[in-house]
């Protein structure tokens, strides 16, 4: 729903949402919950990364089960609390006619503009970088003990760590992936203070952010075999079921 409005806002314009405007604050509430999730789930599976390897000993206390739930509740009430302060008239919503898209009014407060970036982007993004910065240093400097640890965890030698470094590589893309495209976007809201950036700027920012959850599955096919090989299943079953269906299929008469 979310990625038809904002072609809809892209092709229709304010018109359309005018007529609908209950349509237009759910999407933008939708909108600001879900971009807000996907920049802390990014984050928390870094910091499950940096915990594994960097401090194994300490990996099932802190990610245990009720823990782990905890820890994906709160990634969408932070969100959901972004918005409940729309609603509490600190900020609001609607269609921006710079970027073209029903979501957050950037100009309506903006000490809550910046509140919304930095939580939204650079608290992700520091945490993020400074958990796979630590990883880095850890494992350079620790490398043979890091080795030992997993070993005698799993009994099957360099089975373990080359499996969690090589997620850990995986998921540090996915964070310059995501860094790239929300940078440009976040620095918009704040430096744009009196609304005076080109229309076309906007509208840049906004898709370039949101074409980062739509990379993920290309990287995970390129950097993961077993995402590959699953990819690849998936879309052989395909051919052979459509291939099946062109057979068994009567002719035309």
Known sequence: MDNYCLFTGKLEGEPFFQKYPSVCQIVASLCTV?????????TAMSVNRYVFICVNESYSRI???????????SVYLIGAILVSLNFADIGDHGFDPKSLEC??????TYPYTVVFSVVMVWIPAIVTASSYARIYIYVRSHSRRVKEVFNSISGDKNMVPSRSFHLAKTL??????????WS?????????TTDSFPHELHVFCTMFAH?????NWL?????????????????????SHMSSSDVHAPNAK
């Open 184 to 192: 440009p976007y976040a620095l918009v809201l704040i430096i744009d």
């Open 103 to 108: 979501i957050w009014d950037r100009m309506a």
């Open 211 to 215: 074409l980062h959850p739509s990379l």
């Open 34 to 42: 879900s971009c807000v999730a996907s920049m802390f789930t990014i």
């Open 219 to 239: 990287i995970y096919y390129l950097t993961n075999k077993k995402f590959c090989q699953a990819y690849k299943e998936i879309f052989s079953c395909r051919k």
């Open 172 to 181: 540090g893309l996915i964070y310059v992936v995501f860094i790239t495209c």
């Open 63 to 73: 990610f245990s089960h009720c823990n782990t739930i905890c820890m994906c509740v």
